[in-house]
């Protein structure tokens, strides 16, 4: 008697308590795979736009051709990012589905005006996830949305895709909502984020560009680096698997690959108080295209190419080191280091560290190790000429 | 008298002490926003200062054999104010069930049922609970070591795949901060995870082990639970940095980063059934004990027959008792630790003094 | 939520039914003295009344004594 009881209830268990309270299928949701978010023409109001994939049940054999359908864009002008989805979940059919979301893109403008505001949501929403990146586009966000991307389903998956790729190479192009938070809440450190322009030239298949990166002061986009200041970055920063530059001297041109970069900051204290910062980088190079440099012998190439990268070393690195102490700006972590091992001391530098990284002198120490040739011993020489 | 007829091993009551302190160290959310970056250090002074309570619920086990808390404080006080006082531990053990019922539906909600309503889940809950108290202490404890394997492999293999987010240097300053908080977040640990321990001297007399290893067990028991919560705090500072102190659950923010390739991600399910697991383990200690301190109280032979109906209070009062999470949390932080502590801690510790002063012991081994 | 009250009440027959049979009085008074507080609750509930979280009780009461961080 009492088993079948036991039984009966647990039956009625399986049938009440199945826990589809909430259930959401699959076509009644629009998955976001990335958010932009622009400054508005009104003010005080942000255009923000998503983008999502169609779902659509599965066919099976090859995909067909109305693969450029499967991108969907919303927009709406609103105050904030959770009124902007309020918005859009009232006025489209699906409900917004954000777990999936890869990406969020900053307009220029945004950036120059203020990051933090748009982050907090973000923060807060439990179907966010803080891994999300994040990333700056030269103009407005939204038009990253128009592009047209041939090989991935839309186009925040292709950037996606596109940062991963990168990243694998050099880490700090990757920066998710959590990582420049992270930094924005760190003492004695500014963030940067890896800004993109989009292509407007219709000659070729790539529709975004990386140009460098933007530099943020708090929550504020004061800068933008590129080329020669964004690898002086690079190599300040440190922690870089792989890298590569091309030099051009006198004798001919010499492309590298910079492996393995590791940078150590050694702070050098008078009267406790920072006067001179020895910043030593560590790379193993290989070379990659040489031409040129026939009148050296393979002793002699060796010490010439040596020679030739520490020099570039320096000068890049300097350059960009000058570059920041002008901007007022230590992206590069100068002070975190001061305060993790120092806190007594951070004490006192903390409410004028901007001034006092900019009037820090600096040691570039290069130890550049070149261990790769590729698979040629001489140098190429075709024509013989001595 | 004793209530419960099983008794277990001293093992068995080893892991349950260990998974008991797993299920609050995995939640670490009431320090991070007290003592941020440096809670690792607090982990370890709050243990080595939560050591000399271990060795003193040992003598106490060891000198009342075959006596629960509640026994020990009628035949010190007298049936009448022994009974008071008893009746006093009986709402702190009301309590805290009810607080970690409150945390358990917390993190099922907003983790992955956000629009179930909350009575299903304490149901749910409750009736699981019920159902394990029912059993008997043996049934209760004896998959405690299954689940402590589980847990510490699910932790450490979160810090293996967790390795390249890694930041030593997010570990450091150290001693930066004012006193105060070091005290303050001490006095938590020490009520809140450590301290709770004192459930366990309700659970004693049914444990089969001598009196070496009464001391040995607890403290194992404590130091490897300890362990594993000072792992996880760890991660989670080294992990998330400067928002370790933001998050209402660090861990389960810190396993949402796990990302190996596209093949291992979105594995923060493993830490939520984890967490499940051992909250309802934690739960199903406090709830047998509450069910004993009644029984007790009330000299009841057996105590079967009240477990539904002290579920149904615990179900409506974790409803109707708990405001929002910050409130709980600002609570938690700033006035519970000084009653908890003086019932966990303090009140024991007066009990083993007048015991030793007076000389009363349990008496030798009645004739059954 | 009164319905869920009730599904578990139904459930606590299994308690009951051996109480009754047996005439154990004070079990049954035990029992009462949880349900009738838990029945008071469950209702304050299914009106929507939220009663301030015990725990901030005891917090403010502390705090009036003056021992707070």
């Known amino acids: ?386 | 008298m004793t209530i419960a007829e099983t008794k277990i091993s001293g093992r068995q009551f080893m892991y349950s002490i260990i998974c008991f302190i797993q299920a609050s160290a995995i939640l670490n959310a009431f320090i991070s926003n007290i003592t941020y970056q440096e809670s690792w250090l607090v982990v370890i002074f709050a243990f080595i200062i939560f050591i000399p309570s271990v060795f003193m619920y040992g003598a106490l086990i060891n000198r009342f054999k075959d006596k629960n808390l509640i026994q020990i404080i009628i035949q010190i006080f007298g049936p009448v104010l022994g009974r008071i006082i008893s009746v006093i531990y009986l709402i702190f053990f009301l309590s805290i069930t009810m607080f970690n019922i409150t945390d358990l539906t917390d993190i099922t909600k907003t983790s992955m049922l956000p629009t179930t309503p909350y009575i299903i889940l304490v149901m749910m809950c409750i009736l699981i609970t019920a159902w394990a108290v029912r059993s008997g202490l043996r049934v209760l404890t004896i998959y405690s070591k299954m689940y402590v394997f589980l847990a510490s492999f699910i932790i450490i293999l979160s810090i293996i795949f967790l390795f390249n987010v890694i930041e030593i240097g997010n570990l450091f300053p150290i001693f930066s901060l004012p006193l105060k908080k070091y005290v303050q977040g001490i006095h938590i640990l020490n009520a809140i995870p450590f301290g709770e321990l004192v459930v366990f001297l309700l659970i004693a007399p049914n444990v089969q082990m001598n009196k070496k290893q009464t001391y040995k067990y607890f403290f194992l028991g404590a130091s490897i639970g300890a362990f594993s919560f000072f792992l996880t705090v760890l991660r989670d500072i080294s992990v998330l940095g400067e928002t370790f102190g933001m998050f209402v659950f660090p861990s389960l923010v810190a396993f949402r980063l796990i990302r190996i390739t596209e093949a291992i991600t979105r594995i923060e399910i493993l830490f939520i059934v984890i967490l499940i697991i051992l909250l309802i383990f934690k739960i199903s200690i406090l709830y047998y004990v509450t069910v004993i301190t009644v029984s007790q109280i009330f000299n009841l032979k057996k105590y079967k027959n009240i477990v539904l109906s002290v579920g149904f209070f615990l179900m409506t009062a974790a409803i109707v008792l708990s405001a929002n999470s910050i409130q709980h949390t600002l609570a938690a932080q700033n006035g519970a630790p000084f009653i908890w502590v003086t019932l966990q801690i303090i009140f024991p510790f007066i009990l083993l003094l007048i015991s030793l002063i007076f000389n009363i012991k349990s008496p030798k081994e009645e004739s059954k | 939520m009164i319905v869920i009250g009730v599904i578990y009440l139904l459930i606590m027959i299994m308690d009951f039914y051996p109480i009754i049979k047996h005439k154990k009085v004070k079990h049954l008074i035990i029992n009462l003295m949880f349900i009738i507080p838990g029945l008071i609750f469950l209702f304050l509930a299914a009106k929507g009344i939220i009663v301030k979280s015990w725990i901030t009780i005891i917090w403010e009461f502390l705090k009036s004594l003056g021992i707070s961080y």
């Not at chain 1, 530059?245 to 001919?252: A, L, M, V, W």
């Open chain 1, 1 to 386: 008697m009492k088993k079948i009881f036991i039984l009966v209830f647990l039956l009625l268990c399986s049938l009440f308590l199945v826990g589809c309270w909430d259930a959401r299928e699959i076509n009644t949701l629009f998955i976001v795979t990335g958010i932009a978010i622009d400054k508005s023409e009104q003010e005080g109001f942000f255009d923000v736009s998503v983008i999502g994939i169609k779902t659509s049940p599965s066919r099976g054999g090859s995909q067909s051709s109305d693969d450029k359908d499967k991108k969907i864009v919303l927009k709406t002008t609103t105050r904030s990012i959770r009124d902007a989805f309020f918005h859009l979940n009232l006025n489209y059919d699906r409900t917004l589905y954000l777990q999936h979301n890869q990406i969020v893109i900053f307009g220029e403008d945004v950036a120059k005006d203020d990051l933090h505001r748009h982050l907090e949501f973000f923060v807060r929403s439990e179907n966010s996830r803080m891994e999300t990146l994040m990333l700056i586009v030269e103009g407005r966000a939204d038009e990253v949305f128009k592009m047209d991307v041939k090989q991935e389903q839309n186009s925040t998956i292709y950037l996606f895709t596109h940062i991963q790729t990168i990243s694998r190479r050099v880490k700090h192009y990757k920066i998710s909502v959590l990582n420049f938070i992270a930094n924005l809440l760190t003492e004695g450190f500014h963030s940067v984020i890896p800004i993109f322009a989009v292509n407007k030239n219709d000659d070729d298949d790539m529709p975004i560009n990386m140009t460098g990166f933007a530099v943020f002061r708090n929550n504020k986009m004061i800068a933008k680096i590129t080329d020669l200041e964004a690898l002086g970055f690079v190599l300040l920063k440190g922690d870089v698997k792989n890298t590569n530059r091309t030099i051009i001297s006198y004798d001919g041109m010499v492309s590298f690959d910079f492996d393995d970069i590791k940078t150590k900051k050694e702070i050098i204290y008078k009267d406790n108080y920072p006067i001179k910062i020895k910043i030593t980088i560590e790379i193993t190079a290989s070379v990659e295209e040489l031409l040129g440099f026939e009148k050296y012998s393979i002793q002699d190439l060796n010490r010439e190419l040596h020679n030739i990268v520490q020099q570039e070393i320096i000068n890049v690195a300097t350059q960009t080191f000058k570059y920041f102490q002008e901007l007022k700006v230590d992206v590069f972590g100068i002070g975190l280091s001061i305060y993790q091992h120092h806190p007594k001391k951070w004490n006192n530098l903390r409410n004028d560290w901007d001034n006092i990284f900019a009037s820090l002198e600096v040691e570039i120490n290069p130890k550049v190790v070149i261990k790769d040739y590729g698979q040629i011993v001489s140098i190429y020489n075709p024509g013989g000429v001595k």
